[in-house]
Structures are given as structure tokens and as C-alpha cells.
């Protein structure tokens, strides 16, 4: 079973907790990367070349700030810690997290790509450059950037334009680990939200009292008390529930059409009818004969065309109706 990669520390491998202030808090350094808090302190006081992680950036420990957007997406309910797998599990398809500025998803890549300020709020790449003013007074191409949170100001070059977070990192991972978690639900298989061990719907359980989906031991430990059911029953009813919603939402649109395009139909028909008469009986009032057969042509020719139009809807009818007939036969001869 996989678990999120970028929701560790680079150290220690232990999973961050969704808290700052806390030895496990993500921290975040300027090379792109995140360490828990206790590995941050640790390195930090160490020369360069003592420390366990090596990279090319000179100021990598000079940030003071948890990763705040770290701390968000650990805090979702999307995601579950297994103490036994040593990470995070992905347990409901997740909601990409939004641009501060223009609401739009994130991506791991291109222009909507996270940028981590120096106060760990976020932005995407393109508001980013957007938001980002030029600083005349620098030697170089150096810009200021205000956070749109906190009002903090930053002074950033230009090399920085590429620089990663690790929120691209997590985005970069959520693909398989959304494949991992549809694969598993194909599977019949659910994660208990007490202990995050998987295990087969049919063994598993619904507390009613908590609306949990337990593990038989998790249910017998913390939940014995409780009236639970088979998990299966449980998605037996909901699945039933939402198939009968849809298919009574997709029924009556066209249930309720039908008889107003009939009504609607009907009533053209009526004034095609009384119009083309209205015509036809005009033409004794026609003086000449040339005028007379030019008059008679043109209503022989709607005539024509009404007769032409109406028997190519009346097959499409006809087909639709035996359509409706054959899956009402279908429905009969299924054993469900």
C-alpha cells in the first residue's frame, strides 16, 4: 500500500502531524523540500558540511516558518495516517487545493504550479509573477512579492522562477495515489477510519451511532456498545439510494419534456393547419390565372414539405417507443 512520500520528513521518514509548534511540524527550506521540526532544529546547528542534507542552496535553513501549506493539506479530511505504514493514506478523492488569488486548482506543473513564498503561504506560479514588482534599487534582477495573507513583503531574484515546494511534490503524487484508492473501492475493499487497516467491506462494519467504518477490531474494542451493521448493508443502501436519485433526476427531465414538446407540437401543427387554409382559401380572391397557379404551387409545396418533415419524425418516434419497450423487457427478465 503507497503512501504520500512528500507528507514525510526528508530525515527521519517519520509523518509530519497537521499542527505547527510541534517536533513533527513540517518545515520547510528554501531548496524546496520539507523536514520535520525536530530534524529542522537539529541540522540548523550544524556547519554545513556536518549536516545529513546536502544541496546547492546557501540559504536552505534561513526560513523561520512552519510550512503552512503542508499543515493544510495534512488537515484535511481527505487523508489518513497508518501508524502501521508509517504515512499517509489517500481515503477520499481529493479536492485540489486553490490559488489565494484566482481561485484556480494547483498543479504540479507550468503556470499553475504552487510557489511557496518566504512566509510558507502559497501562490500559483502565474499570480506570482503577476503580483511580483520589480526592485530598481538592486543590483540585478531582484522583485518584491507581498503576501496576499499576511502582508509580508520578500525580496527574490529572478533565478527563483523555477524554485519548488513540496505542495508540487504532493500534487505530483496524488495521481496514482487516487488509482491506488478507486483500484482498492473497485476491489471491495474500505480503510478503517479508527485504525486505516484495510479490509473487505462484507468483514468490516457501520458504527450508526458514529458513521464510521470499522475493522471487526476496531468495532469490538470501541464500538461494541454501539448498534453497527455490515458494511456491505451499509453500501448496499447507499449505492440503491443514489442509483434511484439519479435515475428519477434523468427520467423526469425527459418524462416532463415529452408531453410539452407534444403540446407545443400540437399547437403548430393546429396553426400550420389554420394558416395554409387561411392561404388556400385566399385564392378566390386572385384575379389572374397566372397569379393563381403561382399562389396554388406555393401551397402545394408547404403541403409537400409539412408531409415530408412529419414522416421523418414518425420512424424516430416509432424507434424511441420501441427503445422504451425493450428496456422495460430488459428490466423484467433481470433476476434483481
Keep these: 500500500m503507497r503512501v504520500f ?81 508509517g504515512g499517509y493514506l489517500l481515503v477520499k478523492p481529493f479536492k485540489l487545493p486553490e490559488c489565494t488569488i484566482c481561485q484556480d486548482e494547483y498543479s504540479h506543473e507550468g503556470e499553475k504550479s504552487s510557489r511557496a513564498l518566504n512566509c510558507n503561504h502559497v501562490l500559483c506560479t502565474e499570480c506570482y509573477l503577476k503580483r511580483r514588482v520589480e526592485d530598481e534599487e ?7 512579492i507581498t503576501c496576499p495573507l499576511c502582508d509580508d513583503s520578500f525580496g527574490e531574484s529572478a533565478f527563483g522562477d523555477s524554485k519548488r515546494d513540496r505542495l508540487q511534490d504532493f500534487l505530483k503524487e496524488l495521481p496514482k495515489m487516487t488509482q491506488q484508492l478507486e483500484d482498492m473501492e473497485e476491489a471491495g475493499q474500505r480503510f478503517c477510519d479508527k485504525c486505516a487497516k484495510v479490509d473487505s467491506i462484507s468483514e ?28 456491505l448493508q451499509e453500501e448496499v443502501n447507499q449505492v440503491s439510494d443514489k442509483l434511484r436519485e439519479v435515475s428519477i433526476g434523468v427520467i423526469n427531465t425527459y418524462d416532463l419534456l415529452f408531453p410539452d414538446l407534444h403540446k407545443e407540437l400540437h399547437g403548430d401543427i393546429e396553426g400550420f393547419k389554420q394558416k395554409l387554409l387561411d392561404k388556400e382559401r385566399a385564392l378566390m380572391n386572385v384575379l389572374t390565372f397566372e397569379d393563381l397557379k403561382k399562389k396554388r404551387d406555393k401551397c402545394t409545396k408547404l403541403k409537400t414539405d409539412f408531409e415530408m418533415c412529419s414522416e421523418e419524425y414518425i420512424p424516430h418516434l416509432r424507434k424511441y417507443d420501441t427503445m422504451i419497450k425493450e428496456l422495460i423487457q430488459s428490466l423484467d427478465d433481470d433476476p434483481l
Design 204 to 231: 468490516m462494519f457501520h458504527c450508526n451511532e458514529c458513521t464510521l467504518k470499522l475493522c471487526g477490531t476496531c468495532s469490538y474494542k470501541k464500538h461494541r456498545q454501539h448498534v453497527t451493521m455490515v458494511l
Design 5 to 85: 512520500k512528500s507528507l514525510n520528513c526528508i530525515l527521519c521518514k517519520k509523518p509530519f502531524v497537521p499542527i505547527a509548534n510541534q517536533p513533527r511540524s513540517p518545515r520547510h527550506l528554501n531548496c524546496g523540500l520539507a523536514m520535520c521540526h525536530e530534524c529542522f532544529e537539529k541540522e540548523e546547528s550544524l556547519e554545513k558540511d556536518e549536516r545529513k542534507h546536502q544541496c546547492d542552496s546557501e540559504i536552505c535553513f534561513d526560513n523561520p516558518n512552519f510550512a503552512y501549506f503542508l499543515i493544510e493539506v495534512l488537515s484535511s479530511d481527505y487523508l489518513m495516517l497508518s501508524p502501521i505504514l
Design 138 to 144: 538592486e543590483e540585478g534582477e531582484m522583485y518584491t
